[in-house]
């Protein structure tokens, strides 16, 4: 089945340095996809969506100087984490549109901000 | 794409069937219903999806009342592995984001 590769699985940075993750589709292309980030306890909460080849688009309240994205081929989408804080310590989650049968998702990293 | 409600949290016990509600009154007729589970620190994972036909696969059940404004899932025999939180996803089939709500954390009990 198709399959989304995330990494790294777990990150720890100090506060101020910045941390790329990486997400890519293994067995098909994906045009479009999706980060995400999840505090304990809480929800997954959409960040920002993806498209290959273009301008990452960003809910509402995520800033896009501190989150940059980039989907520069069809394979892979990453995610970089500029001047991170401890505030920023969280579980993000890309994923990637199936079509009709939905989302594929990676497997999460975690980062620790110190 | 529609609000969905679920319970917060439900057990189960193990090898018993584990039924999930989930309310999604403001549906409309081209959404459909999604669901997934987060096994703790780990990514979501598909489990059914369907429109207004029950659906049934090899992980579980999807039972759809006539006015598609609930729906159940169904683990027919739960294991402890089912330990997750279950998320209940409205939305349009060609639609792009999926937004997900709070969720039922179910506990298998041995």
């Known amino acids: 089945g198709a399959v989304v590769s995330q990494h790294p699985s777990w990150v720890i940075c100090k506060s101020g340095t910045s941390v790329k993750i990486e997400c890519r589709s293994l067995?098909?292309?994906?045009?479009?996809m999706f980060w995400y980030r999840q505090f304990p306890k809480q929800s997954l909460m959409l960040m920002a969506t993806?498209?290959?080849?273009?301008?990452?688009?960003?809910e509402q309240g995520v800033e896009k100087d501190k989150f940059l994205i980039n989907h520069a081929s069809l394979t892979l989408s990453t995610l970089t984490v500029t001047s991170a804080h401890p505030e920023d310590s969280s579980f993000y989650i890309c994923?990637?549109?199936?079509?009709?049968?939905?989302?594929?998702f990676g497997s999460g990293t975690r980062l620790t901000v110190v | 794409d529609a609000k969905t409600t679920q319970p917060p949290s439900m057990d189960c016990a193990e090898g018993r069937a584990a039924n999930l509600p989930c309310n999604h009154s403001t549906i409309s007729g081209n959404e459909y219903v999604y669901w997934y589970r987060q096994i703790h620190s780990q990514g979501p994972q598909y489990i059914i999806h369907?429109?207004?036909n029950n659906e049934t696969n090899e992980m579980a059940s999807l039972i759809i009342t006539e006015d598609r404004k609930s729906s159940t899932l169904i683990l027919p025999h739960a294991t402890l592995r089912d330990t997750a939180v279950y998320y209940c996803i409205v939305r349009v089939a060609t639609g792009n984001q999926f937004y997900f709500g709070t969720g039922t954390s179910l506990t298998v009990i041995p």
């Open positions: 994923s990637a549109l199936l079509g009709a049968y939905g989302y594929t």
């Open positions: 067995d098909f292309q994906a045009t479009t």
């Open positions: 369907g429109l207004k």
């Open positions: 993806s498209n290959e080849g273009s301008k990452a688009t960003y």
